[in-house]
């Protein structure tokens, strides 16, 4: 048996597709949307069991992988899940920390931000909740120059 080797799992796949007459949809431009809204809490909408302020911090913002939406949200602190195990569609991401920020110290305003992924499939948001729950980005790195074997990754045969 010969040795496969590809230069991306694009190129694998489609090999894959051309051996079994199957059809096999590649996204391979597919960009990735998210949602960031925000929350504030002073002492004053603590006591009466509310927000000071909610709204929307960056509407529709972009990005060129999963990777880089994962390692966005990670950077910004994202760390709790709003469910205890993944629901698809049904689940975003906040900080759980406040943003350390002027308001923070001057006014005592706890700001967190969530999280709300857009357009991804359910096999995407599951490798989102994974990444988030153990706190490192579980997704494959676009820009990782490493050739990719097709054996060895998706039949799990080295030979």
Do not use: C
Not at 106 to 124: A, N, R, V
């Amino acid at each position: 048996m010969e040795d496969l080797k590809f230069s991306s799992a694009n190129e694998a796949l489609q090999h894959l597709a051309d051996l079994t007459g199957k059809s096999i949809k590649i996204a391979a431009d597919k960009k990735y949307s998210l949602n960031v809204t925000y929350s504030i809490t002073t002492e004053e909408s603590a006591a009466e069991g509310d927000y000071a302020e909610t709204g929307f911090e960056e509407e529709g913002k972009e990005f060129d992988s999963l990777y880089e939406m994962i390692d966005y949200m990670i950077n910004e602190g994202a760390s709790e899940a709003s469910n205890s195990s993944y629901s698809y569609p049904n689940t975003w991401y906040s900080t759980v920390d406040p943003s350390y920020d002027r308001a923070y110290f001057e006014k005592g305003e706890d700001k967190q931000l969530s999280f709300h992924p857009e357009g991804i499939t359910k096999e995407e948001g599951q490798i989102i909740f994974d990444s988030i729950k153990k706190g490192t980005n579980l997704a494959m790195d676009p820009d990782d120059s490493d050739e990719f074997d097709m054996r060895e990754e998706v039949f799990g045969d080295s030979e």
